[in-house]
């Protein structure tokens, strides 16, 4: 596997049979105003995103919503979400957009989780520009190796991208909504997660290397955000 082919995903299990909430369906125009919203939050440049929607409802035991980095590629083993995207389309914008990927219909959330679940993927490309593209290959193999979901959302990045939709939640959402959002295992993780103290230390202490650390800048790009619908590719066997 090369570093960088898997991507940042966020877990979220079943809903729970009592929860009554219809599943999010996501539209250009409000995934526009989350990325606006969420943007803003982390910082970050809104003009630098690029999402694609998959025409599709979330397979089971699919990631709902995906971050690839700047560098990274579509591989066999990239999270499916992306491999639908497709690795020619995912290409375009190698080096010059924050790329992210979901579902258009995801039948295990409810509506206000669109926006936090957003923000979680953009502390992923908040961290890529704060500490580069080999720390996040690092993270990266880290997270490879990870076996399941208890070990996974416990690595530094997790903790902290959790923590950041959680922070944005809290700002963003009513007290109604912050509760359908608490109702589901996934993501009232987001509202108690804690960041890590020192991201970078803890992930590299895991690892067991030491990698350069710097910060990195996307190539120029024209066009602004980028927000398109698209039909799924064929998905070969792979990462949920």
């Known amino acids: 596997m090369k570093a960088g082919s898997v991507g940042s ?8 049979e009592k929860l009554e909430t219809r599943a999010v369906v996501v539209d250009p125009t409000r995934l526009r105003a989350a990325l606006v919203r969420a943007c ?5 440049d809104v003009d630098a995103v690029v999402a694609w929607i998959v025409d599709a409802a979330q397979p089971p035991g699919a ?6 980095h700047p560098y990274g590629a579509v591989r066999e083993d990239t999270v499916r979400v992306f491999r639908a995207v497709g690795a020619a389309r995912a290409a375009v914008y190698e080096g010059t957009g924050h790329r992210l990927a979901l579902w ?35 993270d990266e193999r880290l997270r490879s190796a990870v076996a399941g979901a208890d070990a996974y959302v416990q690595l530094p990045t997790e903790r902290e ?23 589901v295992p996934a993501l009232a993780e987001l509202l108690e997660a804690e960041p ?20 990195a800048e996307l190539a120029p790009r024209t066009g602004g ?11 070969s066997a792979g990462m949920p």
């Open 9 to 16: 995903k966020l877990t979220v299990a079943a809903m729970p």
């Open 40 to 44: 803003a939050h982390a910082s970050l």
């Open 63 to 68: 990631t709902p919503i995906a971050y690839l």
């Open 104 to 138: 258009r219909r995801l039948p295990n959330l409810p509506e206000a989780a669109l926006g936090p679940i957003v923000r979680h993927e953009l502390a992923h490309a908040a961290r890529w520009e704060r500490s580069g593209t080999r720390f996040y290959e690092a």
């Open 161 to 183: 991208a959790n923590a950041a939709a959680g922070a944005f939640a809290r700002a963003e959402l009513s007290d109604a909504e912050l509760a359908q959002l608490a109702a």
């Open 196 to 215: 890590a103290l020192d991201v970078v230390g803890d992930t590299l202490a895991l690892v067991g290397g030491v990698v350069d650390v710097a910060p």
């Open 225 to 235: 955000l980028v927000v398109e619908v698209v039909t799924p590719e064929p998905a």
